[in-house]
């Protein structure tokens, strides 16, 4: 249930990424407010500022952090492999167990 629930979260974070890197938010001369950028005020983007990946600017803009993207596209990319090497000692396992 927990990994159903992270589910959206993960597509919003990466929705949110996608959309200031499109819109060359990508410095704080290039940032932007959220509201130019179809975004709203949500958790998911308060989390992305929290973990540095988004920076909001003094006047409430918002820009992409790239070298902090990449180590977040690094950790999310390390966690989905792990998660599916865990599914599949599971099965091997529970496979094993079968016979």
């Known amino acids: 249930m927990a990994i159903s629930a992270g589910v959206p979260v993960l597509a ?11 819109a060359g938010a990508v410095s704080p001369d290039s940032a932007r407010s959220p509201e130019e950028l179809g975004l709203r005020d949500s958790l998911v983007l308060a989390g992305l500022v929290r973990r540095g990946v988004v920076v909001r600017t003094a006047d409430g803009r918002v820009h992409l952090d790239p070298v902090r993207v990449e180590h ?25 167990l079968q016979f």
């Not at 919003?12 to 499109?22: D, T």
């Not at 977040?72 to 094993?96: Q, S």
């Open 12 to 22: 919003n974070q990466h929705r949110i990424v996608r959309v200031m890197h499109h």
């Open 72 to 96: 977040w596209r690094h950790t999310r990319r390390r966690r989905m492999l792990i998660l599916a090497l865990l599914v599949l000692a599971m099965l091997i396992l529970w496979n094993t």
